[in-house]
């Protein structure tokens, strides 16, 4: 299980590519579904274009509560791996945000693990979102809906 | 007896401060704290408050030492 | 959009970062959120052992079957683009199975068609899985529930 | 007029063979074509069919040309 919040770009396939290496050997043979979900920052938002984005977070709190919402899904699923990469500070358009990886015996339990985490991250987890637009920065007031 | 005070994002913008530091006596809540540090500002509609890096609600009483945060709804993700 | 039968074996973070290179120009910063599903091989179903596995299919009937779903999901949902590739012939354990990507602009859309095409590749295309165990091979009878 | 039928998997394994080909007449249906060509052996349960590339239903009339298929519950992905 990793957590990590990411100050500077990342790839999400490189991240994957590179963690799946490293999956648990003993639990070889047992991986029979991975569910994952790529967020990716839009040049365009609430009818305005945007030219960048400052992800704002409460350190300390963020991890604190990103670590129990891992816990949480594995309580309530079988689940035999995550990964969840979530940036801070300056994205430019098309720069990964967030990644969430999933990894179970059965597809049921990977989506439903991913799909908890994003809706933690989502709507739960101190994060906030600073968009710059043609009319100055705007902070983002809501989500979209999962 | 003292507690620290944080704000974030669009709230710590519109205070035009990142935090404070407050004395406080025996039984204030997290709403009292508010309450003491801005007389004249009703806490915005929808504002999230923590305790020592955990969701609180307004009624939770602060102890000496306590980090308080008072944050707009997350957007994050 | 890509729709694939595979008879040998792929790796899906190499195929999902060429495609990924390969994503419509147009409608680049549209891209909000990539879900994905990775089916992999396991070494036991059912109480036994597995050590390999063969996935039989319906020459013509199973592509058209894909196709179908995959414009039954652009219907559905609005999605910007979808990847989807499905193993036949013989596989070994911790071989990728099945891979299923979709691209949406948010979260909501892209897990819900990337399920969709996971549910309709499970229960309705015509893909027939036979394991070798230590009592010799046998006919999948069953999937596991979404 | 005639069809060409095929078996999949589990069902060809049973039945011994991959396909057949059979000489129709007007008004067969796709359970006509089975039980013509299986007089001693009940369609198995939950046997799917399909007629050129489609899932059908053993109701549905076969025509001069048709691909007619048998084959087990699916268990891809």
Redesign the interface.
Known sequence: MNIELRAAPFEP?VE??RY?SGLDESQ?????????????????NDGATVSGLT????P??TE?YLQRSVVSAFQQWPLLDVLLI?RVGALQ??DP??LVAVWA????A??AG??FL?EE??????????EDTAAGPR???????? | MAVQIKYFASLRDRLGRAGDRLEVVDGLTVAGVWATLWPDTPLPPNTLTAVNLDYADLAQLVADGDEVAFFPPVTGG
Not at chain 1, 29 to 39: C, R
């Open positions: 396939l994957l590519a799946q070889s043979g047992q991986y029979g579904a991975t569910a994952i979900l790529i967020g990716t920052m839009r040049d365009a992800l704002e977070h409460y300390g709190m604190r979530h358009p098309n945000m967030v015996a059965h597809r049921a990977a989506f991913c799909r994003m991250l989502k709507s739960n987890a101190p994060f906030w979102k600073r902070w983002v007031e809501h989500n979209t809906p999962g």
